[in-house]
């Protein structure tokens, strides 16, 4: 089980690192927002890919994305039909961007644009300058199970709410996660990747008062999942270890357990300062 959930936290970081390149395109081709949402991407469970923004062209609209099932970057028109592809086996991230400069320039695209560095860094993996081989298709499949766990529970969320908004990969963190604003509270939720918080990749809850403070001493314990009270991050995670292996439907059990008591006990929790 823990190797299973290894080849996964190495398929999220060649994911991460691949999907740089379709927040670069949004980035350069796309109408900036202040929040940088203009830059975030989406998992599309159906068509088994990540997906950039749609791009103006003087050639029509087209969609980046990032083929999964086929390992390549596709970019759709309109119709969902394939207008050009890049392959990636074979070949590094510095190569891949480059190829796909030489394609958007026949879109009469900034090519230069493009190629600029991201105003943030990731971390540089082991792989970072090798050419990309096939993905692990077992570790794949977990990955999109996870992916797709974390859309539907950003979902319930906001129905549950009745708050607007949508799952959304944010490339910098490579998280998939929503945020939203309730009367007197913002609440954070998502599936992150392993980092130095948490040594597996994990769901996260986090509370931000607009007008109070939280009181975290009384915090419940629970055996599933974990608070973390410190100075850099206040919040609890439920990490995929606690989950992995169960049947789909017990996974989901956990999850929504998990989202409703962390989120009631948030809301009874904020104190006037």
């Not at 936290?9 to 202040?34: G, W, Y």
Request: hydrophobic share 40%.
């Amino acid at each position: 089980m823990i190797r299973d959930l290894e080849l996964y936290n190495q398929t999220d970081q060649q994911l991460h690192v691949l999907s740089q390149l379709l927040a670069k395109l949004s980035r350069s081709f796309v109408h900036e927002l202040e929040d940088d949402s203009h830059t975030n991407l989406y998992f599309d469970y159906l068509g088994r890919r990540i997906l950039g923004r749609w791009i103006a062209t003087n050639r029509g609209n087209f969609l980046p994305s990032l083929n999964l099932k086929h390992f390549r970057f596709e970019f759709l028109n309109n119709n969902q039909s394939v207008i050009f592809s890049v392959p990636i086996v074979g070949h590094t991230i510095t190569q891949i961007e480059e190829i796909i400069a030489a394609e958007i320039s026949k879109f009469q695209l900034d090519a230069l644009a493009f190629q600029k560095a991201l105003h943030y860094k990731i971390p540089e993996y082991a792989f970072h300058h090798h050419s990309f081989s096939e993905l692990s298709q077992d570790a794949l499949k977990l990955w999109q199970h996870y992916r797709q766990l974390a859309n539907s529970s950003c979902q319930l969320l906001l129905g549950h709410f009745q708050v607007e908004g949508s799952a959304r990969i944010w490339p910098h963190h490579f998280d998939t996660g929503i945020y939203y604003e309730l009367e007197h509270l913002g609440i954070g939720f998502g599936l992150a990747m392993k980092d130095s918080l948490v040594q597996q990749s994990y769901f996260y809850i986090s509370a931000y008062p607009k007008a109070s403070v939280i009181n975290y001493d009384q915090h419940p314990a629970n055996d599933v999942w974990q608070w973390i009270i410190s100075d850099h991050w206040k919040g609890v995670v439920l990490s995929l270890e606690a989950i992995h292996g169960k049947s789909k439907s017990d996974q989901i059990s956990i999850i929504n357990s998990y989202l409703i008591s962390a989120h009631n006990w948030y809301l009874k929790q904020h104190t006037n300062e």
